[in-house]
């Protein structure tokens, strides 16, 4: 009796797990597609709040300026305004259609200098130069003189690239041998940077080396490393990029891309900077734990990083490869890239972020419609409105009517980058940084 009433315990007991597991199971079956979501958003959020707050600590710093007379005595209790014109932090985009002829030219232009202080300009190789002459130069330097009075950082893009863009149809580079290869396009590398090394501030020298090779070129590193040679003693800057894409949010430092870079560094090639691309043609949607990821892992090279081609959707592609789930639109657009800034922005290695367009009509292709910040028509849309409200107001530095102490001195806490000051109805600029002393003396008349 007592072996009867002990199995059919055991039986009941054995059901009952049976059961459990199998509710388990289920269940687990059913939220597992639904926890990496999740806790993916979960890690997402809190990146994008430590970043919000670490901005402060990174971009911002202590400005000290002593106010004086011409005899050197200082200025006691004197009220001063001023605020921050650029920032030290080049935020940039694409400045492909300044046209003088055009109705819309004073539009387009307004709009842009609204936002950013950092312009690219376009120097690929089959649009600039033909067989007999030059059809670009005109329209780009009158460009350079735009973005110069108003005080805009330029850059060029690019030099040296295997594309159709990049290879004009006049070049036979497929019978051309590899010195022939070499010595031209460090050829064009020199005349550039020596032609524009008072007006070009920084250049993508190299565009995409590890994805479109040149044909015969066996050792790509021994060509990368010829093309900063040149570069470095046409124009000794610090501004020379190494520009390619397939790294954000994809290897986080660890990879092909970090291997090629870090024997750039072993054998010394002079370049100055890693350019990141984020094209987002395929809906993707970075992460900001990606963003902070690749950004944190290529930083172990000690070289400054630029974000220098981010595109977004704002079309009704279905957003891919995230927690964040939909389809892209105007305000997702705006959403997403005001995480990635923000991201971005709190990240000490980054000194850059470029936008790749403007407005809608800037990349001439169907699978890129609604990539701009800016509709066809001007009118603006949300993530154009989000970027000037991150750049001009939430990260923007403004005091009215602030009094200098008893030793003449004024010290705030403020973002870097160039400041315009008022006393005494004198206006005066200073140019803070982050690797700066920051201290000022400035000399009333």
């Not at 102490?405 to 705030?412: A, H, Q, R």
Request: glycine share 6%; charged share 20%.
């Amino acid at each position: 009796m007592k072996n009867q009433t002990y199995s059919s315990l055991t039986n009941k007991v054995l059901g009952i797990i049976l059961t459990v597991a199998f509710f388990s199971t289920f269940t687990l079956l059913m939220i597992s597609p639904i926890l990496p979501n999740y806790f993916g958003k979960l890690w997402d959020e809190k990146i994008f709040r430590d970043a919000q707050e670490n901005i402060d600590k990174i971009r911002k710093g202590t400005i000290r300026i002593q106010f004086t007379n011409s005899t050197g005595d200082p200025i006691l209790n004197t009220a001063v305004n001023l605020t921050l014109d650029m920032h030290e932090f080049l935020f940039g985009a694409m400045f492909f259609h300044y046209d003088e002829s055009s109705p819309t030219n004073e539009l387009y232009t307004s709009m842009w200098i609204d936002v950013f202080n950092f312009g690219i300009l376009p120097f690929y190789y089959a649009a600039w130069e033909n067989a007999t002459s030059y059809p670009e130069e005109a329209r780009i330097n009158s460009s350079i003189a735009f973005l110069e009075s108003h005080g805009i950082t330029t850059k060029g893009h690019c030099i040296v690239w295997n594309h159709p863009a990049g290879v004009p149809e006049w070049l036979d580079i497929d019978n051309m041998t590899k010195q022939e290869i070499i010595d031209h396009y460090t050829n064009r590398i020199a005349t550039l940077t020596q032609k524009y090394r008072n007006n070009i501030s920084y250049w993508d020298v190299t565009n995409e080396m590890l994805h479109r090779k040149f044909p015969k070129i066996d050792n790509l590193e021994e060509f990368v490393h010829e093309c900063f040679i040149t570069a470095k003693v046409a124009v000794p800057s610090n501004n020379l990029i190494f520009n390619d894409y397939g790294m954000l949010g994809h290897t986080f430092g660890i990879g092909e891309m970090e291997s090629f870079l870090a024997r750039l560094n072993e054998r010394g090639t002079p370049y100055d900077i890693i350019g990141m691309q984020d094209h987002l043609m395929d809906s993707d949607w970075t992460p900001t734990y990606e963003i902070k990821g690749t950004l944190d892992g290529f930083s172990k090279l000690e070289k400054p990083i630029h974000i220098t081609e981010i595109m977004v959707s704002s079309y009704g592609a279905p957003i891919t490869n995230s927690w964040k789930k939909g389809v892209w639109s105007e305000d997702l657009q705006a959403e997403f890239l005001e995480r990635f800034y923000t991201t971005a922005f709190a990240n000490p290695a980054c000194e850059a972020l470029l936008y790749w367009g403007f407005e809608d009509r800037d990349v001439d292709h169907s699978r890129y419609d609604g990539y701009g910040l800016v509709r066809s028509d001007f009118t603006p849309k949300p993530s154009y409105n989000i970027l000037k409200h991150l750049i001009k107001e939430r990260w923007h530095t403004e005091f009215t009517n602030i009094h200098t102490d008893s030793n003449g001195i004024l010290e705030f806490t403020g973002f870097f980058g160039t400041y315009n000051i008022t006393v005494n109805n004198q206006t005066f600029q200073v140019v803070s940084g982050r690797n700066l002393d920051n201290s000022f003396t400035i000399q009333l008349v």
